[in-house]
């Protein structure tokens, strides 16, 4: 018996180095994974921070790769200037807000309804939902556009107004498109809803029922709030996507002047304020993308550990 319990013990001693290696191999292979795709991903953040308090001369210095060797916020405020920053950010602010809120609602009653309410074509109709996310905006943009330039609901506008109304130029296509559910990305919200909301167990509803509550009633009292996660998810993919898009805003704003377009007008802007030099204009416009990022850094800063949450929660990544 001792001989055998010798015989383990010297194979356990012998195992052990082997495990160790094997488990500092791939700690080090995870790690430089996860180093290697960071730094991938943050590169052109970096590069356009480190760019955008540079003077123009340290641009032509091949020693500074990182660290400007005169640091200046001059850039800044040129780029503030040509953007016209602060009016931008002040519409960028309400649409993207505006449009988030109004979507969180309509995407989750119609996710509900095809969670829970049984209706003839329900299935067709969800397909067809998840269909929006596959086509691209391009493919419908002079439709959409010839609506809202023309806008005449049933012909309630001539009727009343005597012609069509123009609505380009104004929110209401933001505001008509997010209480329909046909706004940026709705068909993905609408599928993370019903996902959710066909883990939410039925029991909670019919006891809801049995204590005389309606289906509105059940929704607005019991299932949504305990969708926080879900409910987060939306609000920030919503808000983030909106706050980027330079699609819809390009094609419903003319005049307005909303940050995710006022990049590609800094090009003119510093032309005529300033000098023409177009490393000193790609020096101004990288760092005008920096200001446009920049709410949304400071943004993730903050609810970073409720998103992360939110997103295991709702089982988007299964």
């Not at 015989?7 to 495990?19: D, G, H, N, S, T």
């Not at 167990?201 to 009633?217: C, R, S, T």
């Amino acid at each position: 018996m001792p001989s055998i319990i010798n015989a383990l013990r010297e194979r356990l001693e012998q195992k052990q180095p082997l495990e160790s290696l094997k488990h500092w191999s791939w700690m080090m292979l995870r790690t430089t994974l996860i180093t290697g795709l960071c730094f991938i991903i943050l590169y052109p953040i970096m590069m356009k921070l480190s760019i955008a308090f540079r003077v123009k001369d340290d641009l032509y210095d091949p020693s500074v790769l990182w660290l400007p060797r005169h640091f200046t916020l001059d850039n800044v405020k040129t780029a503030m200037e040509a953007m016209d920053y602060w009016t931008a950010f002040l519409n960028t602010t309400l649409i993207s807000a505006g449009t988030t809120l109004l979507q969180l609602v309509s995407c989750a009653l119609a996710a509900y309804a095809f969670a829970r309410l049984r209706f003839w074509g329900s299935g067709v109709l969800f397909m067809l939902v998840v269909f929006t996310i596959v086509v691209p905006p391009q493919t419908i943009m002079i439709p959409t556009y010839m609506t809202y330039r023309y806008f005449d609901f049933f012909g309630l506008g001539s009727l009343f107004a005597g012609g069509s109304m123009n609505l380009i130029d104004t929110p209401w296509p933001f505001i008509i498109s997010s209480m329909l559910a046909m706004g940026l990305k709705t068909g993905l919200y609408i599928y993370i809803f019903r996902q959710f909301f066909r883990a939410v167990p039925k029991e909670l509803e019919e006891a809801a029922y049995v204590d005389g509550y309606g289906i509105g009633k059940t929704f607005f009292r019991i299932i949504l709030p305990n969708a926080t996660p879900a409910l987060v998810t939306v609000l920030l993919f919503s808000f983030v996507w909106q706050w980027n898009d330079s699609y819809y805003v390009s094609l419903y704003f003319n005049k307005v002047k909303v940050l995710s377009t006022q990049v590609t007008s800094i090009a003119s802007g510093v032309t005529e304020a300033f000098e023409v030099d177009p490393v000193y204009i790609s020096l101004i416009m990288s760092t005008g993308a920096l200001l446009v990022l920049a709410p949304l850094i400071i943004m993730y800063i903050f609810v970073q550990r409720y998103f992360v949450e939110s997103v295991e929660r709702t089982g988007i990544v299964g």
